[in-house]
């Protein structure tokens, strides 16, 4: 494409060149000429160039028709083509819509035919069912008519059956309420479910709630009569109210279950829940009467009330240990008298627990499979609904217990149960403090051996597994009522009483003088099984509060498994006794270090001694004897050895560990300490002699290594490291002696390369 000209740039127009007069003007118009003059010849030529393509694009035009006409003529047959296929489309169309017009009249007339056909068989039918009493077949009848379409029915025939079908739900009605009244629950089924074919599902459910409210009224009586004839046997026993509720509720399941399927099948989900719902009030109100005859029987009112009035005798956790250390005799009152009350109670709520679990269980879940074989004279109900439906129902029979005087009376009676629990732990925990004994450990090596082999030594006190037998049993109680605030509440007692009285016990001294602070810190009469007990309950404790956790956690994952929430609030609560954990290891810790600190200075005295007399400037005759007789380190481990075996025949495995690795670390300090800050360190590259190195003449003595010195103090560190290691299966000593390896390492090298490398 030729590039656009510019414009002229002549100082006048073209016209009036010839008007110019003056020699410069016309020179530079002249110049301008020849510019312009040059760029059009460079134009045309660049014009001239470009003709070629110009013509070959203008051939290529010239030829498109020649191309298009095929296409054009493509294009037009396939319209011919689609305009056939939509004419014949249509065409077929109509023929479909006529035929379908045909189909569904012949449909019309031959169901019409076939509801005239079964008219009459109906009528027929009926007639002779009422005749020879066949009831089933005759509502099963009246079930087809209702579901004819009213047109076709001439005024005869609809007179005839509606008449059977009075006749027919009068008769029902009173065979049900035979039934009922014989207590035949086989024939209550049998009339009452065949109301729904003939329209009156509704009354068919009452009819069922109505006998089932009956023979809870029955089974009532019939557990008085049990509990009086239990009575006048045994006068000094009292009756368990618990097992009463229990047997009360299991009969009324046993029925549910029996009969569920029939049921879901005739009325579908929602008439089980209807019938769920109807009986719930009667349930309410029997669970109820036992439940106050079990407040009055058992005297539970009162009983709280006189444990209320009476003064506390848990009293301070100092005061408790002063005056089991003077050896006061302090009086306490065994709470497992309280065990069977406390028992009952979880029962009873237990047992409602599992019965409302249980109704909504019909309701949710999906009914099962009906064997083979079995039939029923009742057509199948629809009981496919949605989820939405379901949790409607099941929320309406969970109101009609959780607005109950029942469930009001029930929680009035758990808040009383927390409270005796409380007591019975306070009392209980109280006890195994004042009842605490020291193991039976053997006095000396010989005879533990003996013990060990005839069963496993005892290395802690009574209190520990006195006190976590309480707390456990109380937990697994609680756990037995499926009540989320009572259990909360029941953890929260707990870890109250971990994380005081018994806590402070183990901190604080006791007539056995088994506590560590008191022991060391008033350099009381102690002997090494009193401190070691000390810490092994301290450690037991923190291993069984862990292990209780863990429990509580697994048993109540199962327990709510569809109940999220709950699970949360129960596993919030459980935090509480993680931290309780956590506070037993950290006064564990503690104790350690203070016995650690006990014994370290007469063993850091010694390790600094030989630190100081060591020489690690050797020859190699000095070197050889060195590896048959070792001066230093050998003689210092078998020291720490005797020193510590003291103790670590009384401490469990996990104590011993810890009580190694306070030592190690001490003493790991102490060398690095004595090599970097007490000493300047001179290396000689010779093995038999020492170099001198500016400074000899100050006044601290200078720590000199040859290389077979540094050999000797590798093996040193080594021998120390293997001790501890060989004393600790669990844990790792090396960590806290890595900077004095690799100061024996930096010693041994003989290059720079060898760091390098």
């Known amino acids: ?415 009383w149960y927390v409270k005796l629990e409380q007591y019975y732990m306070d009392e209980a925990v109280k006890m195994a403090v004042v009842e605490d004994q020291l193991p039976q450990i053997a006095s000396n090596p010989d005879e533990e051996d003996a013990q060990n082999a005839s069963q496993p030594q005892q290395l802690t006190s009574s209190i520990v597994d006195d006190v976590f037998f309480v707390i456990k049993e109380c937990l697994q109680r609680a756990q037995m009522t499926y009540n989320v605030n009572t259990i909360c509440a029941i953890i929260n007692l707990a870890e109250q009483q971990l994380s005081s009285l018994f806590l402070e016990t183990l901190t604080h001294n006791s007539k056995q003088q088994s506590t560590l602070q008191a022991t060391l810190t008033r350099k009381a009469a102690a002997t090494p099984m009193s401190i070691a007990v000390a810490l092994n309950n301290l450690e037991l404790s923190a291993e069984y509060i862990k292990r209780l956790k863990a429990e509580m956690d697994s048993s109540t994952q199962r327990q709510f498994s569809s109940l999220s929430k709950d699970v949360q609030k129960i596993g919030a609560v459980l935090d509480d006794i993680h931290q309780t954990e956590k506070r037993f290891s950290h006064i564990l810790h503690g104790n350690m270090e203070l016995l650690a600190t006990s014994l370290l200075p007469r063993l850091q005295a010694s390790l600094e001694a030989r630190l100081i007399d060591a020489s690690y400037v050797l020859t190699e005759e000095q070197y050889a004897q060195n590896q048959i007789n070792d001066p230093y380190m050998l003689q210092f481990i078998a020291e720490v050895e005797a020193s510590l075996a003291t103790f670590q025949r009384f401490l469990t495995p996990k104590n011993t560990e810890l009580l ?20 300047a360190t001179t290396y000689s590259a010779t093995g038999s002699g020492s170099s001198s190195t500016p400074g000899s003449n100050e006044k601290a003595e200078l720590k000199r290594f040859n290389l077979l010195g540094a050999q000797q103090f590798d093996r040193d560190i080594r021998n120390l490291l293997g001790f501890f290691t060989a004393n600790m299966v669990s844990k790792t000593v090396r960590d806290k002696f890595a900077r004095i390896n690799q100061m024996a390492f930096l010693l041994n090298v003989e290059k720079e390369s060898e760091v390098l490398a």
């Open 1 to 415: 494409m030729a590039t656009p000209r510019a414009a002229s740039r002549l100082p006048v127009p073209i016209e009036e060149l010839e008007n110019l007069t003056d020699l410069t003007e016309i020179q530079r118009a002249h110049d301008l000429l020849l510019e312009e003059e040059a760029a059009l010849a460079a134009e045309i030529r660049e014009i001239i160039n470009r003709k070629p393509f110009v013509d070959a694009q203008i051939r290529a035009i010239l030829e498109i028709p020649e191309h298009l006409e095929p296409i054009l003529a493509d294009a037009s047959r396939l319209d011919d083509s689609l305009r056939d296929v939509s004419r014949q489309a249509d065409e077929i169309s109509i023929h479909v819509r006529r035929l379908d017009q045909l189909n569904e009249r012949i449909t019309s007339a031959m169901k019409r035919t076939d509801d005239i056909i079964d008219l009459k068989t109906c009528i027929d039918g009926v007639q002779n069912a009422m005749a020879s009493e066949d009831y089933a077949s005759a509502a099963s009848y009246v079930n087809r008519y209702l579901n004819f379409d009213k047109s076709i029915l001439d005024r005869s025939s609809v007179e005839l059956l509606e008449t059977a079908e009075r006749n027919l739900a009068d008769i029902i009605r009173m065979k049900c309420d035979s039934a009922i009244a014989a207590n035949d629950t086989d024939l209550v089924f049998k009339f009452a479910l065949l109301m729904p074919l003939i329209g009156n599902a509704t009354q068919g459910i009452e009819k069922i709630s109505v006998h089932f409210s009956k023979l809870l009224a029955k089974d009532e009586q019939a557990i008085y009569a049990e509990m009086d004839k239990s009575v006048s046997n045994n006068t000094d026993q009292k009756i368990s109210y618990a097992a009463a509720v229990g047997q009360l509720l299991q009969r009324l399941e046993r029925r549910l279950k029996r009969y569920r399927t029939q049921l879901e099948t005739a009325c579908g989900r929602s008439g089980v829940a209807q019938l769920l719902i109807n009986v719930q009030s009667h349930v309410n109100e029997r669970t109820l009467n036992l439940l106050e005859i079990f407040i009055r029987e058992w005297q539970l009112q009162a009983t709280l009330n006189n444990l209320t009035k009476q003064p506390s005798s848990k009293g301070t956790t100092a005061g408790l240990t002063t005056a089991l250390a003077r050896g006061t005799t302090i009086e306490y009152r065994d709470p497992r008298e309280y065990a069977p009350l406390l028992d009952q109670i979880v029962g009873i709520s237990q047992s409602l627990e599992s019965y409302a679990r249980f109704s909504s269980y019909l309701i949710t879940a999906p009914p099962p499979q009906q064997q083979q074989g079995q039939s029923s004279p009742s057509a199948p109900a629809n009981s496919n609904f949605d989820s939405e439906q379901v949790a409607q129902l099941d929320q309406q029979l969970r109101k009609a217990f959780t607005q109950s005087k029942l469930n009001g009376r029930l929680h009035e009676v758990l808040g």
């Open 660 to 679: 190694f690795e306070t030592i190690s670390r001490a003493f790991a300090e102490q060398i690095e300490s004595h090599i970097l800050l007490q000493s």
